[in-house]
């Protein structure tokens, strides 16, 4: 998590250029032990500016001295670890450890103070400093006496350091953990139950210490209880608590603080010997217990900017071994043992003579690793100069110039700055610095190449980068110093500007809406390039946009069409169709191009299955087996069409097939295809099936009547011929048999076109293949009507009048 604090800026002219100068502080956490190139935070979205700007804009840390443990990721833009961070090494048992340093924007010298907070993990478990410590007790203590132990130490922090201790099931001893005033936990074993040594002399306890980490980290102290006689008391310190002050340059070998414990037992127990508890730290190192009198010593030199105090756990322990503890602090006091040290941030090494006041030479940070007085610190430089010196912030000065210069008067200038601090007596440092002085303008920007293609998937967030240009000018400073645009131009009757921006600074260029491939698919334009200098200097580039597409538009069917009044098509398959028989097919569009619009056709549910097959790229509906008598009139089939993008898109439609023969099957079923959405429609659908029915049956007793008709005009005409010697036989050809009602019953069964469900389902009968199904014209034309008899053909000419006549009525009617 980071947070980015803002302090008032100020507004300087640098190098000839208006610019803001800003100061603020970044804050980021980081736990302990991560890997080298760990992410600690987005500094680039922190400082609200793209990844690739920091390399652009000179971004770079500056510390003070000390390793650096961080480091910027060019590429991301992100803080990352440089190794292995151990919170422990760093700062102890201080909480929080902070690590601090800056960022520098070299562009514009803007400094941001970075705080990076290093979290601790659980990767210490407590340890004890005897792990199987001697504990020698007197039988005749009473019950309720406790002995205080040895507590356990882990280097970790917070909820990963020491929360508790647990001691092992036993008949004579429980445990009783003290807070100190400092707040660390000092166990202490209670006697429960008195000891008998003739009973048992010896008593093994396990003194376990935990931890508040998850996993939880064990310590183990395996203790040894001896039982003696008759001493009944703990040495005692004269102080709860010792502290002592010390200079930071006292002599090693220095005695600091002496420490007494007394015992008022006599003899033997009554000799106390004192202890320093081999805790974590360089306390251990820094300080030296003498055993038998209690003096403290130094042994190893103190550094205030290392450790400003000092925490020793000490122990006294008389002869039989009951012990008791207290703590020395201390605290090192600073002196002035160091001088102040110039950290240059950012120097210009040339100026251009007409560079006005005011105009960064360059930026530094003072820094005394002292405190207090002796680290406050006062710079100068040589007046006869034209520069002064302007305090920022975190003791950070800028050199600025005071007047205009002149390089035929001074060519260079060999700055020299001083640092001074405030101790007693003061110290102070030198550093120097060259300045050239240049000028000019004479040469334009230019692009590393003549022209650029750029390729950018449609369907683009606005305001999404898709380009960068980059102009390089030889000159420098201010006369380096490019800005972009685009050429003024339409595109599509609209200004280009409405379609792309280029960020003036950057080059970087940005969509203001999200392109369509299916409108256009390439864009041109021009870019230009214009310096800072005075005249200004420009040149320019050509950019050719082109749109990739993707797949966003799914696939469109054609047919079957969903009707406008909402009914459902329906199909049509005679019961007689062999396996493979083309029922329908399904037709479908995609908008999008390549392996976007890539259609493919699969049978997701069928009421039936088994018995349709739909074609994989084709769409076509076909029997996959002989249609059967069971088979339900009615069949339900859902196909789905995909595209091949990524993610592939689809679409299904639902097909109904119906299965019939004849006009009059399909009737009697029409019903089973048509659900009622409504009471009316239902009806309505009623009324248009019982119309249908009684002019099917009104149509087949016409249809019988005929062949009666027939039948026995064919019955005269033979008994006519057999008394007529000279009447020709008329062909059977002429007249209207059973065959030909069949073949003009079927072609107007297989051009029926039903619709179901809906208010407005009607049956079209459209005009017939075969215009000559009652006639033979070829049977006609090959037989000599003269061998007719006159009447027998005005007969049939009246009855085909009659039957074309009925045909025209009945199609009127529907």
Known sequence: MATLQKLPGCRMLVLGTLCQIGEGQIRYSVPEETDKGTVVGNVSKDLGLESRELAERGVRIVSRGRSQLFALNPRSGSLVTSGRIDREELCAQSTPCLMNFNLLLEDKLTIYSVEVEVTDVNDNAPRFGVEEPELKISETTTPGFRIPLKSAHDVDVGENTLQKYELNSNDHFSLDVRTGADGNKYPELVLERALDREEEAVHHLVLVALDGGSPVQPGTCRIRVKVLDVNDNAPVFTQPEYRVSVPENVPVGTRILTVTATDPDEGYNA???????????????????????????????????????????????????????????????????????????????????????????????????????????????????????????????????????????????????????????????????????????????????????????????????????????????????????????????????????????????????????????????????????????????????????????????????????GSTGVELAPRSAEPGYLVTKVVAVDKDSGQNAWLSYRLLKASEPGLFSVGLHTGEVRTARALLDRDALKQSLVVSVQDHGQPPLSATVTLTIAIADNIPEVLADLGSIRTPANSDDSELTLYLVVAVAVVSCVFLAFVIALLALRLRRWHMSRMLHASRDGLGVIPASHFVGVDGVRAFLQTYSHEVSLTADSGKSHIIFPQPNYADTLISHESCDKTDMLSAPQSLLDDKREETSQVIRFCHMLMLFC
Request: glycine residues 4%; aromatic residues 10%; charged residues 20%.
């Open 271 to 565: 000799q106390v010997t004192y202890f320093q508890e081999q805790a974590p730290g360089e306390a251990a190192d820094v300080f030296e217990l003498k055993t038998t009198s209690g003096d403290i010593t130094i042994t190893k030199s103190l550094d205030y900017e290392k450790a400003k105090f000092h925490e020793i756990d000490i122990e006294a322990q008389d002869g039989p071994g009951l012990l008791t503890r207290t703590k020395v602090v201390v605290t090192v006091l600073d002196v002035n043992d160091n001088a102040p040290e110039f950290y240059m941030t950012s120097a210009t090494a040339s100026v251009p003579e007409d560079s006005p006041p005011g105009t960064v030479i360059a930026l530094f940070n003072v820094h005394d690793r002292d405190s207090g007085q002796n680290a406050v610190v006062t710079c100068s430089l040589p007046e006869m100069f034209p520069f002064k010196l302007e305090r920022s912030v975190d003791n950070y000065y800028r050199l600025v110039t005071t007047r205009a210069l002149d390089r035929e008067e001074f060519s260079f200038y060999n700055i020299t700055l001083s640092a001074k601090d405030g101790g007693n007596p003061s110290l102070s440092t030198d550093t120097h610095l060259l300045l050239q002085v240049a000028d000019i303008n004479d040469n334009p920007p230019s692009f590393p190449r003549g022209s650029y293609s750029a390729y950018i998937s449609e369907n683009n967030p606005r305001g999404t980068s898709i380009f960068s240009v980059l102009a390089y000018d030889p000159d420098i400073n201010d006369n380096a110093h490019v800005t972009y645009s685009l050429a003024e131009d339409t595109f599509q009757g609209a200004p280009l500007s409405s379609y792309i921006s280029i960020n003036s600074d950057t080059g970087v260029l940005y969509a203001l809406r999200s392109f369509d491939y299916e409108q256009f698919q390439d864009l041109q334009l021009w870019v230009i390039a214009v310096d800072s200098g005075n005249p200004p200097l420009s040149s320019n580039v050509s950019l050719s946009l082109f749109l990739v597409d993707q797949n966003d538009n799914m696939p469109e069917i054609l047919y079957p069409a969903l009707p406008t009044d």
